[in-house]
T-cell receptor, first 113, second 115 residues
Framework: GESVGLHLPTLSVQEGDNSIINCAYS??????FIWYKQESGKGPQFIID?????DKRQGQRVTVLLNKTVKHLSLQIAATQPGDSAVYFC????????????FGSGTKLNVKP | ETGVTQTPRHLVMGMTNKKSLKCEQH?????MYWYKQSAKKPLELMFV???????ENNSVPSRFSPECPNSSHLFLHLHTLQPEDSALYLC??????????????FGSGTQLSVL
């Protein structure tokens, strides 16, 4: 079955620095990927997505990179702010699969003021 | 506010109780989902409904019984649960696109404790 994992369970960064959160996925047929942010006491919140026909996508202060060769996904957060402190999940899914997503365990991002 | 509302936010129940979790989405989506989030584990998909029809039952024990009366509402009926069922139960919705996948919008969840 699919397997999505994160390299670092906890990441601490200084406010203003850039953050990079990594994710490995095992199913080469996965074609759609999402990064979610989950703050304490809340549900996961969509950050950014990318489809397999792209290798980079940028949002506001965030960039997702997809390397299909090594089945690796990363989330880059520019100028990290205290409000970015949360758990970040990557998720993968396959087309024609009723929108079933498989989630990683999450990386906790701590932003130090 | 994501447009997906879950009630109650917290629930404590005994193993012999019967309770229901409710989810309502105001996004005009036609697919709804139940996920289970246990401590330090990935989100686990439980059920998927598309156009009020259950399209996925991910080997969930029968003590969990979903109901989707219309595309805006989703319930999870609980009975004779076990302590290991204690977790955060998340509802999500999406636009159902059979040709492509679409992002999920999550509610805030119901934190369930089974005593």
């Amino acid at each position: 079955g699919e397997s999505v994992g994160l390299h670092l369970p906890t990441l601490s960064v200084q406010e203003g620095d850039n953050s990079i959160i990594n994710c490995a996925y095992s199913n080469s047929a996965s074609d759609y990927f999402i990064w979610y942010k989950q703050e304490s006491g809340k549900g996961p919140q969509f950050i950014i997505d990318i489809r397999s026909n792209m290798d980079k996508r940028q949002g506001q202060r965030v960039t997702v990179l997809l390397n299909k060769t090594v089945k690796h996904l990363s989330l880059q957060i520019a100028a990290t702010q205290p409000g970015d402190s949360a758990v970040y999940f990557c998720a993968e899914s396959l087309v024609y699969n009723f929108n079933k997503f498989y989630f990683g365990s999450g990386t906790k991002l701590n932003v130090k003021p | 506010e994501t447009g997906v509302t879950q009630t109650p936010r917290h629930l404590v129940m005994g193993m012999t109780n019967k309770k229901s979790l409710k989810c309502e989405q105001h996004l005009g989506h036609n697919a709804m989902y139940w996920y289970k989030q246990s401590a330090k584990k990935p989100l686990e998909l439980m059920f998927v409904y598309s156009l009020e029809e259950r399209v996925e039952n991910n080997s969930v024990p029968s003590r969990f019984s979903p109901e989707c009366p219309n595309s805006s509402h989703l319930f999870l009926h609980l009975h004779t649960l076990q302590p290991e069922d204690s977790a955060l139960y998340l509802c999500a919705s999406s636009q159902d696109q059979r040709q492509t996948n679409e992002k999920l919008f999550f509610g805030s969840g119901t934190q369930l404790s089974v005593l």
